[in-house]
């Protein structure tokens, strides 16, 4: 797990956190530093990184990965936690955030959700068999109860136009599942718009237009 923030001090006490729960860690004290290890060959399952930062802050930073397509969940940390700036930081692909300083016990709930996304990305790069460049329900592979559970109401979504709520704890796959079901053949048939997926931590509904649309006009399709 990789733990960047500018203060030393923070530093220290993330850095000391995180260890007492059991998790490795490694430290970056810029944005700068933290991408130049991303880049290497070290592998980096967890990111927490303070999201105001001098030169390259947490939001620079996502905005770098996602322009390298380096994919790691990612949680960020914030004194003063605003509804815009934990928008934007879930937009450029936080999946989490916690309010520094940060109790063990939130630390662990974000941690554990950012691990289990972690492992379904990496399920997915490795061994995910793909139509036309989209995931189907055999490629959600689950041995877990409520998992299978998940995965078998899934596919009786699929195969019906009523609408569908997923909802989930961070890293729980909701996307994925989101992602199978509207490449069934089904959905296809219908000839609807691509799927449009937005991640926010919380809601603030004057940017809701934007988020969904970037300030184009509507299309039809499905969220």
Do not use: W, Y
Not at 186 to 212: G, K, N
């Amino acid at each position: 797990m990789l733990i960047v923030d500018d203060a030393a001090d923070a530093l220290r006490q993330l850095r000391e956190t995180v260890a007492g729960l059991g998790f490795d860690t490694v430290t970056a004290a810029s944005g700068d530093a933290a991408l130049a290890r991303l880049r290497g060959p070290a592998q980096i399952d967890v990111l927490l990184v303070d999201l105001v930062m001098p030169d390259r802050d947490g939001l620079a930073l996502l905005e770098a990965l996602a322009r390298d397509g380096i994919a790691v969940p990612t949680i960020v940390a914030v004194e003063r936690p605003e509804p815009a700036m934990l928008a934007a930081a879930a937009n450029a692909g936080a999946i989490d955030f916690v309010e520094k300083p940060a109790t063990p016990s939130r630390l662990r709930f974000a941690i554990a959700g950012a691990l289990r996304q972690s492992r379904l990305e990496a399920a997915l790069a490795t061994g995910m068999r793909r139509r036309d460049g989209r995931p189907a329900l055999a490629d959600f592979v689950a041995t877990d109860p409520e998992a299978a559970r998940a995965r078998d109401t899934a596919a009786k979504a699929a195969r019906s136009p009523l609408p569908l709520l997923i909802e989930g704890e961070a890293g729980s796959g909701r996307s994925f599942l989101a992602t199978i079901v509207h490449a069934n053949e089904f959905f296809q048939s219908l000839q609807l718009a691509p799927s449009l997926s937005v991640h926010t931590l919380v809601f603030v509904p004057d940017s809701l237009e934007f988020l969904l649309f970037n300030n184009t006009p509507i299309m039809q399709g499905i969220l």
